[in-house]
């Protein structure tokens, strides 16, 4: 069955509650994986014939494991007290709203508590996303940003992620920020929240708060097509970055700043 034909069962509202971004990548899912189309809480099943969900298929697996992780770390969290560790982490914690932690993540708004965790007031589904919050939170929180700036390869242990990281963060920037006006360059700085920093041997650098304690910075350089040199992108983390992520979260940061920066230049 074609996509098309199951999309026309769901509500397109695209409400995210079945765990897919759109009702368009649900109905895929569906034709494409197996995918239960009960998963929609809205689905219409009368006239629609999908084959039955198929336990344990590939595609789930990874889900399952990341739902799993997520429940084990809001046992982890649940013990913690949110009001004592807030300016650790550069979180605000509202009186009148025990429990809640307020903060920024690549400048949209957070809203922590032990039960769930909201986007711009809207529940956060991806479960990528709730993980690396779930771990930010986590640590504690650890020394201030030093504005000691290293890259992945100066970190400890860090081998096995610095092509991944280039891969996804740095080589899918560099395309994406090639050639654009410093009018949209500065507009992308605005939404990110970022600052621009002054770097004369290079296009561009930016200082993006992914999350209040983990700034990362950009150094753009442009293509110099007469002279053979493509666009590249470097990213730079600050020196005690390890106190509030892991490697692979950290590695997440980047790919998930690059996804937004590409998103928002269009």
Known sequence: MHPF?????TPKTNCSKCGHPTCLAFAAAVAKTGEDARRCPFITLDGLQVA???????????????LALIEHLKKKTAALDLHAIAAGLGATACGSEPGILHFKYLGRRVRFSKQEIRL??????????????YNYVFSGGGRRPANDWIGMESLPNSISKIKTLTRYCEEKLAPCLAGLAPAALQDIAQRLEAVV????SATLALTVPV??????????WDAEPEDGFPAKV????????LDFLDLESLVFTA?????YIIEISG
């Open 234 to 241: 470097k990213v730079l983390f600050d020196r005690h970055v």
């Open 211 to 220: 999350l209040p304690m983990i700034p990362e910075r950009i150094i753009f």
């Open 120 to 133: 711009d007031d809207e529940p956060l589904v991806d479960p990528r996303d709730q993980i690396l919050l």
């Open 5 to 9: 034909d199951i999309l026309k069962h």
């Open 197 to 200: 920093e002054p770097d004369p």
């Open 52 to 66: 039955p969900p198929q336990a344990g298929t590939l595609e789930e697996i990874p889900r399952k494991q990341d």
């Open 255 to 259: 790919e998930r700043m690059a996804e």
